[in-house]
């Protein structure tokens, strides 16, 4: 099984600043990667898929890079409604589907 | 406009059953995979459970968590899918979130072959099973 490793747990950054979220995957899944958006009583939200594809609708701020094991998604200029929790999930090599424990952006 | 939307939660003591249902508008559902994926409180994400459209067959894939006592299946003639629940444990308590999976296709190195990378492009609001006695 995929172990994926996110960092940090938790993230505080102000509006108008950048927020980079890391994503480690204990063994190589391509470009196979999702990031998805969690916010308490809301459906969440594929943010991008195949590592730096943002789904439809997303924001340009929303971008995502990297392969391999090591992947980034960055939120440039970070709006309030951004906050919430991010999780990365690995598509490369299933069942099962395996998700990081996840980052809390917090807006400071 | 996509919608899933789950049904079927509530509160049920440990040993017994619960059948989750995701209802689905918008899309032809016949045409797509699904998954479960439930969040366990103060913990993240787990998924538990995915089924193939039926042109790959309807088969269907589990965690090791819940192997054995849970089955995913589908109505494609009324566009829902359910999660029976058999046996639940104390540790089953979560949020279960129904989700779509849409599919990259990636020819292989051999003729006919094809890898199938799945990920899950809409997601219901969830429901909340409580295991407790």
């Known amino acids: 099984e995929i172990v994926m490793t996110q960092s940090p747990a938790t993230l505080s950054v102000s509006p108008g600043e950048r927020a980079t979220l890391s994503c480690r995957a204990s063994q190589s899944v391509s470009n196979n990667l999702a990031w998805y958006q969690l916010k308490p009583g809301q459906a969440p939200r594929l943010l991008i898929f195949g590592a730096s594809t943002r789904a439809t609708g997303i924001s340009a701020r929303f971008s995502g890079s990297g392969s391999g094991t090591e992947f980034t998604l960055t939120i440039s200029s970070l709006q309030s409604e951004d906050f919430g929790t991010y999780y990365c999930q690995q598509y490369n090599i299933w069942p099962p589907f395996s998700f990081g424990q996840g980052t809390v952006l917090e807006i400071k | 406009e996509v919608q899933l939307v789950e049904s079927g939660g509530g509160l049920v003591q440990p040993g017994r059953s619960l059948r989750l249902s995701c209802t689905t508008s918008?899309?032809?559902?016949?045409?797509?995979?699904m998954s479960w994926v439930r969040q366990t409180p103060g913990k993240g994400l787990e998924w538990i459970s995915f089924?193939?459209?039926?042109?790959?067959?309807?088969?269907?894939e589990y965690a090791a968590s819940v192997k054995g006592r849970f089955t995913f299946s589908r109505d494609d003639s009324k566009g829902i899918a359910y999660l029976q629940m058999n046996s639940l444990k104390r540790e089953d308590t979560a949020v279960y979130y129904c989700?779509?999976?849409?599919?990259?296709?990636?020819?292989?190195?051999?003729?006919?072959?094809?890898?199938?990378?799945?990920?899950?492009?809409?997601w219901g609001r969830g429901t909340t099973v409580t295991v407790s006695s």
């Open positions: 989700t779509r999976q849409d599919v990259e296709v990636v020819p292989g190195a051999v003729f006919g072959q094809s890898f199938h990378y799945y990920y899950m492009d809409v």
């Open positions: 918008g899309f032809t559902f016949g045409d797509y995979a």
């Open positions: 089924i193939r459209n039926k042109v790959y067959g309807g088969t269907t």
